[in-house]
C-alpha cells in the first residue's frame, strides 16, 4: 500500500495476533529506499471493565443456553470466567437466549445479558442489552424472560463478547436489579450471513 502520510493506522487486524512490517519511502522521482529493518507487534485484545462480587452466596447464575451453548455453571462462584465456550451464530438468524438462576429461598433473582455486538469493548451501545427477568423463591428456574435475540446487520463478524449477570433483591420485580454479583462472560464467533 502507499501512504502519503508519515503516519497510517493498520486496521482489520485480528486481536492477540503478531504481525510483521517493513516500511520504505518513495521518492518524488518514483524511486524508492531499501525497505526498513523488520518490525514486529502484536496487537493487544480487548479488555472489558472489570467487575468483582461483593457477595458469594449460592444464589445466581447456574445455567446459559445460547444456540449450541449450554453452560451449566453451578453458581459457585460469585464471578466465573467462561470465555472459553464459544458457539458460532449468522447475522440475521434469531437465537433463544435461556438462563436459570438460584433465589436461594423467598428472593428475587433478577437478569440481564449483554452482547458487544460493535466489538468495541463495552456494553453500553443502543441494542447491546437484553432483559431477562426474575425468578421468585425457585432452584434452577429460567427467568421470567427468555428473549429471542436476532444478531443485527450490524454487528461485527468475528469474535463477540456476551455477559451474563444475576442479582437477587427481596423486593418486587418493579425494583429490579438492586446490584448484581453473578457474571458468566461468554464467547462467540459471528459469521457471515447466508444468502
Known amino acids: 500500500m502507499v501512504v502519503y502520510t508519515s503516519s497510517y493506522t493498520i486496521t482489520g487486524l485480528t486481536e492477540l495476533t503478531q504481525y510483521e512490517v517493513q516500511v520504505r519511502s ?25 467487575v468483582s462480587a461483593s457477595i458469594d452466596d449460592d444464589t445466581g447464575v447456574l445455567n446459559v443456553d445460547f444456540n449450541t451453548i449450554i453452560n451449566s455453571s453451578g453458581g459457585t462462584a460469585a464471578y466465573s470466567d467462561f470465555t472459553g465456550i464459544a ?88 425494583n429490579y436489579y438492586p446490584y448484581f454479583h453473578c457474571l458468566v462472560p461468554l464467547f462467540f464467533k459471528l459469521l457471515k450471513s447466508q444468502i
Open 26 to 50: 518513495i521518492c518524488p522521482d518514483y524511486s524508492t529506499s531499501a525497505y526498513s529493518s523488520l518490525i514486529t507487534f502484536t496487537t493487544i485484545g480487548c479488555t472489558y471493565c472489570v
Open 87 to 174: 458457539t458460532d451464530i449468522e447475522i440475521g438468524n434469531p437465537y433463544t437466549l435461556t438462563v436459570n438462576v438460584n433465589t436461594e429461598g423467598n428472593y428475587y433473582v433478577y437478569a440481564k445479558a449483554w452482547i458487544d455486538w460493535n466489538q468495541d469493548c463495552d456494553f453500553e451501545d443502543v441494542g447491546e442489552e437484553y432483559d431477562l427477568g426474575y425468578a421468585l423463591n425457585s432452584i434452577n428456574t429460567t427467568t421470567s424472560i427468555s428473549p429471542s435475540i436476532t444478531v443485527p446487520v450490524t454487528a461485527l463478524l468475528g469474535s463477540t463478547t456476551m455477559r451474563v449477570r444475576a442479582a437477587y433483591s427481596d423486593s418486587p420485580p418493579n
